[in-house]
């Protein structure tokens, strides 16, 4: 059986039960660098547990629509951050879990300068840029322990291109 998915625009409401949008306020809290640089201050609430914080470069291949969508994983023991560094749209999945495994996925489709940062244990889909190649820096939780749970789905969903 195959199912359908359509992304929907990124906004913060809609996605706050799994973690937060990264973007721009609609003005700085507070000018440094001599008045030339504007701070948007503390725009996610990273969640590190017992680790540290550590940031990763990842480069991730185009996936195009439709996108075949037949695993999701999540981090049991800290949050991950995705900050977009490359100029390529890009699609956020997740899903609500439902007793130990994910429920129906959601899709967001992301701008290049709108980041996530995606709550401990929260069910999601690997990185999908869209059209070119995405470098993304990650900041999650660096530690020893295993800190990834893998879910396959049975029968896969198919992430169409939006209707609106």
Known sequence: MTRHLSPRPLNS????????????????DRLINQGLCGRHHDLADLDIGQ?????????????????????VERHPLGSQAFLPVSTAGWLVIVAPDR???PGRPLVFRA????GVNIGRNVWHGVLCPLHDRGLFAVVDRIGAEPNLEEFWFDDPWIVEASRD
């Open 13 to 28: 409401d809609d996605f706050a039960a799994f973690g937060q949008v990264i973007a721009l306020r609609d003005q700085p």
């Open 111 to 114: 701008d290049a300068e709108t």
């Open 51 to 71: 680790g540290r914080a550590g940031i990763s470069l990842f480069e991730a291949q185009p996936r195009p629509l439709p996108l075949r969508l037949d695993m």
């Open 99 to 101: 007793g130990g495994v």
